[in-house]
């Protein structure tokens, strides 16, 4: 089991440049997340999907939108990128409610 | 919506010595808490977490207790080894949203041999 992967690991963006950072798990879980950290902030939700078809904002989703492809797949786009943008983002997945959180290697972004 | 306060943000300690963690969150209705760990570099991992029906959970080494009405919980790590260097996340969650995380703002323990 590959657990949850993600691409990039790395990925520098020009302001106003878009991309799509792409998740999946082979676990099987229903639930699926997209958080970014940043030095001294720590884990701040952005989006996330309780189950297939369904997502929901997080804490911090100004600037993204979020699709859940499948049970697999749940992906995270930045339409216009921004300095403010510049992040590590981590996709993490869950059987459900309550149990624990499995994430992602990363990606580095860095916005200029 | 619910607020994690985490301290220190940073701590260290001698190895051997115990190590303390401490969170406050503002949510009422939350009923679960996790502890993650995060090496340098690396993704967070679950070490261990507790549900708001039982007051304290042990695992070896890692403990963490639950004070409802004072609405904090704090981590506990006994005999610590150089090891156990990372970053520490609490966070909290209710039922029913989904699995929805808000995590503190970490603590960076330093174990010095």
């Known amino acids: 089991n590959a657990g949850v992967t993600q691409t990039p690991k790395f990925q520098v963006l020009k302001t106003g440049q878009s991309m799509t950072l792409q998740c999946a798990q082979d676990m099987n879980h229903n639930s699926m997340y997209w958080y970014r950290q940043d030095p001294g902030m720590g884990l701040r939700l952005i989006y996330y999907?309780?189950?297939?078809?369904?997502?929901d904002k997080g804490e911090v989703p100004n600037g993204y939108n979020v699709s859940r492809l499948n049970k697999r797949e749940f992906s995270l786009r930045l339409e216009s990128a921004a300095p403010s943008q510049t992040s590590v983002y981590f996709c993490?997945?869950?059987?459900?409610?309550?149990?624990?959180?499995?994430f992602g290697p990363g990606t580095r972004l860095t916005v200029t | 919506g619910e607020n994690v306060e985490q301290h220190p943000s940073t701590l260290s300690v001698q190895e051997g010595d115990s190590a303390v963690i401490k969170c406050t969150y503002s949510?009422?209705?939350?009923?679960?808490f996790p502890w993650y760990k995060q090496e340098l570099g690396k993704r967070p991992q679950l070490i261990i977490d507790?549900?708001?029906?039982?007051g304290e959970k042990k695992d070896q080494r890692i403990a963490v207790t639950l004070n409802k009405t004072a609405k904090h919980f704090s981590l506990h790590i006994t005999e610590t080894q150089p090891e156990d260097s990372a970053v520490y996340f609490c966070a909290a969650s209710r039922y029913n949203q989904g699995g929805k995380l808000i995590f503190g703002q970490g603590t960076e323990l330093s174990v010095k041999p």
């Open positions: 949510d009422s209705a939350s009923n679960y």
């Open positions: 999907s309780a189950s297939e078809g369904t997502t």
């Open positions: 993490a997945s869950s059987p459900g409610d309550r149990y624990e959180q499995y």
């Open positions: 507790i549900r708001s029906n039982v």
